[in-house]
């Protein structure tokens, strides 16, 4: 008696997706040296107004931390839940902190 089962070949391997590779890291890189040139521009300025300034030396940081989370710590890519979740948290904290240092010291 011959107990061998025949085996079929298996077909449906899902693969994994192709690593993106260095093609994003170096636009990112690139992006976020061209916001830091022009925030340097805009501070040495003095034509522009200050609180311009402020502004558009936040939006650009915002930039610049949208695009550092997603491209160089790989939170757009799946399984980052939690990590997604303490950003969230941690940030939702730290306003409430600086709201509440804030509304000690001036009240």
């Not at 979740?85 to 001036?106: D, E, K, R, S």
């Amino acid at each position: 008696m011959n107990n061998h089962v025949e085996e079929k070949p298996v077909t449906n391997i899902k693969r994994r997706d192709n690593h993106e590779g260095p093609k994003y890291h170096f636009i990112t890189y690139a992006v976020s040296m061209v916001l830091t040139f022009l925030a340097f521009i805009a501070v040495l300025n003095e034509t522009l107004n200050k609180n311009f300034v402020v502004f558009l030396i936040l939006a650009m940081a915002v930039v610049q931390v949208v695009l550092q989370l997603a491209y160089w710590m790989h939170m757009k890519d799946r399984g980052h839940f939690y990590a997604i979740t303490g950003l969230i948290v941690g940030t939702f904290v730290m306003f409430t902190c600086v709201i509440m240092a804030v509304y000690w010291v001036w009240w």
